[in-house]
């Protein structure tokens, strides 16, 4: 099969100054399914385009099984996209569509209609073979695309947000559909998307872009729990990851105290290594679901207690998310409750924080500082 | 040095795509357009070589009475056809608007004139405005105004006017189909509201639904603006620029002095062409820019 | 009383649009009842109904008034002006939609403003290279005055439609391994086959009509298109107004079997010009 590889790749679109992908490096190994996840603008279509040689690479290289293809026209790099938009010829049928991009390669016309049943059959897309796309539903046009990019059986998959035309039912299905398509097929994939719960769940890896830069890279979980900065931290999770104001101390023994507001709370020994010599302004990460009320489920053992003041509830059902204001911060704290969890707006509570997987990080380079070894998964 | 050749600019094929029609563009437009001011500027008679003459078509020109005439008499018709042909396409716009049984049928008939050639409607209307047997003068004897029977093309004060009735007759029917689109394509509840708004049909004509289709109507009298600024055939068919130059166009004038004079000079038709050329953008642009000002000062 | 007088409304509504509809059509209908009927029988009374049809003046006029060479005139030179620009103009507009060059705003004004120059810019000097060139007088000469003629308008209407073909359809046939040509011509021009429609009416008719380029530009009795030959008979035979009506109706059928069965489409391709 095939792996990819971007080694400092850069674009600079030909009427701005400002590159659009700024030295971006990573690896796609064989039969990998990599989503690349940023928000909107960041340069996530431009990287697949790149790749796709749809956009000329203006720096860095390109290589497919090792092959230089900076230069290689998108038609001979084996490689097949789907795009947001589908873009399904409108003027042919599903079946030509689907035979449009075989008939350019030399291939039977026998074997042509024999991959084309093979993978309607697959995609549930036999009875619609024969008509036009305008008269396919959102569902089956994105099939459609798909199929017009599994029948080609190229190298490497490439996916612009093909999810983000459906509604949220059919993209929870679809989704689960082109994660059993890729563990069936086992083709190299690179998927765009701006939506993390795609990420989160589709992907072996995330590689997470913001400003036309690589931010992180590695398995979903891996990014999620480690951060290694605020943006990360502040752009996955819903909510997001607490990150909180605060002042780093060192004290007389050689820990270390952090102060939130008008409270303080000691840090666990094992950070000491990592904060020798620091102090002053710190950004404190903590999950929502890492804090907790008392008496409900906590599993780890560092732990730290603070008060707050409830400022709003939102039941969601499955659980409560509790907004929390925390005296001398600005910002608002958000935790993750189980459902049956009341509270009413102005009860200050003590809570308290795991400091197993509390993340700190640089008020001025927004890195992380904790680099915390212990977590686990 | 690997300068990569950028993808989404592909020269070669931009190239051949370009290069037939920039081809025609040049060799039938672009350079006779030069060539043509060019000669404005020179003798060209057949068989010499052409003769230099600085400004002194231009000279001749601005004292040819003839000329002057002619501008008169298309600058009359250009400005105001559009206006009748506006007029009356928005009243029958209007009532087929009005969900009258049979607009489908009413709208394709009214169309059928544009459809047809100049030369054509020409001679129809010659046959309807003859003073013996054309329609015009026996519906006229019929109802009893027989003193109003005339010699329409023959007399120099009617003929123009009888003209303009021609390009009126020939043009309404489309500019009440353009109109009529852009009225459908209005939000119905606009024209509804303002019929619970009671205020009587001449005032909701103009307050409400004029503003409305305004771009549109703007948009037409632009274009039948031109189409009058360039007429010609109609002319040439119907009275040759007389009697007596009354209906004389510019169209038609420079043709009479290219192609039916016996001078030979291609140079003076070219200054006309010419000065035409820059009144017809000069009055283009000017129209362009009142309705753009107006515009701003209404929104 | 108030539906009464509502209803009387509409009945004079009618009325009127009646009287219009007889104003806009009476002309050509008096034209194709005159086409049937002798110039003796139209003299004795021009409004008449045809006591028999005589329907042997079509093939006279055909036969031995040279319709039938003017006829194919207008044929050969309509169509192949109209093919040459319809494929001229496409790749143009598909050109000026598609690619981002240096200059192609500029070369798109110059040909999107030449929509509005009056044709005497342009025919002296044509006139004076057509001669030059051995085109004077010839089809050929004709034919290629009228893409020229007509490119401008074409090209505009079919960029603003190119323009609207979202650009993934386009990438996608690249990674499907098509050539910029064949792009071209599998996905653009299928894909905008409605406007191509438009443009090709538009040109059919107006350039079945023309008479300008034609009377300048033809002229071999032999060569004439049927514009330039109907005025030259008229001119010949003035008062033989029941040829005259039959070769005028030779002008208009083809005309009204086009719009009998595309009145739609022929009322938005004359039109597409008009709307913005
Ligand atoms: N053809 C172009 N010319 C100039 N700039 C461009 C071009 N295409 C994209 N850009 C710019 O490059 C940046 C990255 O665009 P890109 O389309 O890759 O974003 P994206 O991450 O895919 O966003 P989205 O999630 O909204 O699709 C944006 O700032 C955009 O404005
Ligand atoms: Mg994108």
Known sequence: MAFVTLDGITKVYENSREPAVKDISFEVRDGEFMVLLGPSGCGKSTVLRMIAGLETISGGDLRIDGERMNSVPAKDRDIAMVFQSYALYPHMKVRDNLAFGLRRRGISRSDINRRIEQVAESLGLTPYLDRKPHALSGGQRQRVAVGRAIVRDPKVFLFDEPLSNLDASLRVSTRNELVNLHN??????????????????????????????????????????????TFVAGFLGSPPMNLIEAELKSGADGAFKLDIGTQCIELPEAWISYLQGKSGKIIFGIRPEDIFLSGQDMKRGANAAVTMTVTAVEALGAETIIIFELEGVDTKVFVKADRYTRANIGDTMPLSIDMGVARLFDPVTTKVISNNTQLSG | MNKQKDLSQPLGAIVTFLVPALTIYVAFTAYPVVRTIYNSFHEVLPGHPNEFLGLQNYVTLYNDKYFWGSVKNTLTWALTAPFFEQFFAILLALALYARIPGARFFRIVWFTPVLMSFVVVGIIWMWIFNYDWGALNVILRAIGLEN???????????????????????????NMVVLLAALHSLPSEVLEASELDNCNWPKKLWFVIIPMIRPTILNLIVLSFVGKMKIFDLVWIMTKGGPLWS????????????????????????????????????????????????????? | MASFSRSWKHVLLIFVLTIYTAYTAGPLFWV??????????????????????????FSEAWVNSNYSVYFANSVKVVLSAVAIITLVGGMAAHCFARYRFPLRKVLYFTIFSTIIFPPQITIIALFQILVEYGLYNSLVGLMLSYVAFQLPITVYILES???????????????????????????????ALPALSTTIILNTILLWNEFLYAVVLITDESKRTLPLGIQKFMGDQLEDIGMISTGLMIAIIPVVIIYVFFSERLIQGMTAGAIK
């Open chain 1, 184 to 229: 069936r097929l086992g083709a190299t994939t690179i998927y765009v998307t701006h939506d993390q719960v795609e990420a989160m769940t589709m992907g072996t890896r995330i590689c997470i872009i913001n400003d036309g830069k690589l931010v992180q890279i590695g398995p979903p979980m891996e990014v999620y729990r480690k951060p290694v900065n």
């Open chain 2, 148 to 174: 109003l029977a005339m010699s329409w093309l023959g007399d120099p004060s009617i003929a123009l006017p009888a003209l303009i009735l021609v390009t009126t007759w020939m043009w309404t029917g489309f």
């Open chain 2, 247 to 299: 209906t004389e166009t510019v169209s038609t004038y420079v043709y009479k002095r290219a192609f039916e004079w016996n001078s030979f000079d291609l140079g003076y038709p070219c200054s006309i062409a010419s000065v035409w050329f820059v009144i017809v953008l000069a009055g283009v642009l000017l129209l362009t820019f009142i309705f753009r000002q107006r515009d701003k000062l209404e929104y």
């Open chain 3, 32 to 57: 194709a009842l005159m086409s049937l009927r002798t110039t003796t029988e139209i003299a004795h009374n021009p409004y008449a109904l045809p006591e028999t049809l005589h329907l042997w003046k």
């Open chain 3, 161 to 191: 439609f190119f323009a609207r073909i979202p650009a993934d359809l386009y990438d996608a046939a690249r990674m499907d391994g098509y050539s910029e040509w064949q792009i071209f011509w599998k996905v653009s021009m299928p894909v």
